[in-house]
């Protein structure tokens, strides 16, 4: 049998989505995750699959979206950590930066270091900013470290200046090897050669802190997929929107803090692609949260500059927003009798008061049952005890009586809120970056993105919103079109007029000859190979930095078009450049690429009527408004069909609610194309 399948698995908080890619045929499976042992909700759909005609050893290639990092940073559930700092800097993760967690709260703590006090040592060395020793690592103070961290799991080593000279980490790792340290180790000259102490060694000590996790998890899921019969090896997806080999996610774990989102950011670039719209800010609304992010001119938005939980985490990641709107999120109302939506979930289980499996609080799922606008059998038929007077009881008890309103205002006010808190969202990824979302579509999935994004669209004036035919499925989606990526840094401050370009060529082609053996190993072509270079620059006095591309050809005027390309940037993003001020060279950056031959995905032509499609017609409030309203099956929607609002379309992953002035459009790839001019009030 050919393994010609592609596989993709995104495990969300609520579900566990597989989609299946084999001659051009997409299939989804979706079964409800299990958060305490995350491989099994894998199998589960992999099961389903199995029953649905795919065979186990029909699969070539195994793609994974993961939360397990991130779930254990914001848990606090890591590995024992030790950490080797040069002598004087052990209290670098405890002193931080000056930046208080809030300005005016005299009270404020500062996150718990990744590493105790107890587990950071210090040793005798020092390099200067251009890595000369000063100092000379003090060999037996290094062995001596042995005996105390015999009961580590893990060490991270984060001396100073070891981008511009990485001799004295490597060494420190050699002597506690040969002392019998049995432990994984994290060398920050690896995970992140870059300037800033606290951030490198904050990432450092958490990719430590994170390899013995990953390695179980990874570990576990690979057996229980090859006992399934999967041959495939398993591709891991990297918070920078690239796929890795589960080895090379075992050795930078940091790397993959937002494995899934970025997967569901990657989906729905390529969706929007194909029809026809470069720039677009994406919207991945699931059960517990809600990932926005911006995609310009077909390219997601990548940054350095992201905090995980309490955490700054300074390796690549597509800069993805999350808030803690999602259909499974909470209403309750506070102390001062404000209304107050999340962060808190009712997950998969016991999920939303709607879903029948024993949830009493009311969610942001359940005001859309009460409004009207989904009807929860039509998606789980197999697994609810729907009660709709629970629902209403559930909004009244805990929400409405509270707040002194009927059961359908009390539902709406949870929409405002939820909505509110997701526009803010969406400002923040395109507004407070420079960007007019008036210029963007918006690309809605995840089970709720597309309940939502509508309405949101309307207020932020952007003229269209794409939801995905797979829009439930999107992440999972997305692990299939992905590249392979790998990002390789190394800091060099210089004064940008000081850089001999031959020098910036020099390092270049170093980073080129790695990124070729590391595509390579993975039986990548050599015209499926690219190479992106950029610098990170910044105004000579300035904290922090903007990264531009590097022209193909480095020569003599190399260093002035970076200069006009930073200033440029500058303009754009915080609305002002100086020209007349020297610029600085910070950090130089490849991105080496391996490009996947991506499936024609194109939906098979459904023909009809819209009539033909129209399953009921039922009662649904808009904004404290009531209309009779079409429900549409999407799957029935022909090809090329409009029709206006208010509609709902409901698809087998996600339910579209379309706002009274909307128009829909499907394209002909079977996606939604909800025009919204006119739709604001």
Known sequence: MTANARVGVD???????????????????????????PERGVVDALAQTDRDGLAPEAIGFFGHGTTVATNAVLEGEWADTALVTTEGFCDVLEIGRQARPDLYDFQAQKPTPIVERHRRFEVPERLDERGRVVKPLDEGAVRALADELEAVDSVAVSLLFPFENDTHERRVRELLREEGVDAAFSLSSTVLPEIREYERTLTTALNAALKPVIDRYLGNLETAVR???????????????????????????????????????????????????????????????????????????????????????SVPMIDIHTVGSGGGSIAWVDEGGALRVGPKSAGADPGPVCYGRGGTRPTITDAHAVLGRIDPTSFLPDALDADGEAVEQ?????????????????AQGILD???????????????????????????????????????????????????PRTAGVLSALGLLISDTLYDHS????????????????????????????????????????????SVDLRYVGQSFELSVPVPREIDASTPSTLRERFHERHRQRYGH?????????????????????????????????????????????????????????????????????????????????????????????????????????
């Open 490 to 533: 190394t800091s060099r401050v210089r004064r940008l007029d000081a850089v001999d370009p031959a020098d910036l060529a020099a390092a270049f082609d170093s980073f080129v000859d790695e990124g070729r053996a590391q595509l390579g190993a993975e039986t990548l072509a050599e015209e499926a190979m690219r190479f992106e270079p």
């Open 227 to 313: 006992d399934e019969g999967v041959d495939a090896p398993l591709r891991i997806m990297q918070s920078n929107g690239g796929i890795i080999t589960a080895r090379a996610a075992r050795e930078r774990p940091v790397n993959t803090l937002l494995s899934g989102p970025a997967a569901g950011v990657q989906g729905a670039t390529y969706v929007a692609s194909r029809a026809g719209s470069e720039n677009v800010i994406t919207m991945d609304m699931g059960g517990t949260s809600c990932d926005v992010s911006l995609v310009d001119g077909g390219d997601p938005l990548v940054t350095t500059d992201v905090e995980v939980g309490d955490y700054p985490v």
């Open 394 to 410: 559930a909004v009244e008890t805990h929400v409405a009586d509270d707040l002194g309103v009927d059961v359908e205002t009390a």
């Open 577 to 681: 450049a100086y020209p007349e001020e020297p610029v600085e060279l910070v950090t130089l950056r490849l991105r080496a690429r391996g490009v996947v031959e991506t499936p024609d995905l194109g939906a098979a032509r459904v023909e009809g009527t819209v009539d033909d499609a129209e399953r009921a017609t039922r009662s649904v409030v808009y904004d404290g408004d009531r209309f009779d309203t079409p429900v549409y099956d999407r799957t029935r929607l022909p090809s090329g069909a409009t029709f206006d609002g208010p509609a709902v379309v409901e698809g087998r992953e996600s339910t579209t609610v379309v706002h009274p002035g909307q128009r829909v459009e499907v394209d002909s790839d079977g996606n939604l194309v909800v025009e919204t001019e006119g739709a604001g009030e």
């Open 417 to 467: 809120v939820a909505n509110a808190t997701m526009e803010r969202a969406l400002r923040v990824v395109s507004v407070e970056r420079g960007y007019d979302p008036r210029e963007f579509g918006l690309v809605a999935f995840g089970g709720a993105g597309p309940l939502h994004a509508p309405r949101l669209a309307a207020e932020l004036d952007i003229p269209r919103v794409i939801v």
């Open 11 to 37: 495990i969300g908080g609520t579900f566990t989505d597989l989609v299946t890619i084999r001659d051009g045929e997409l299939q989804v499976a979706k079964t409800p995750s299990t958060p305490d042992v």
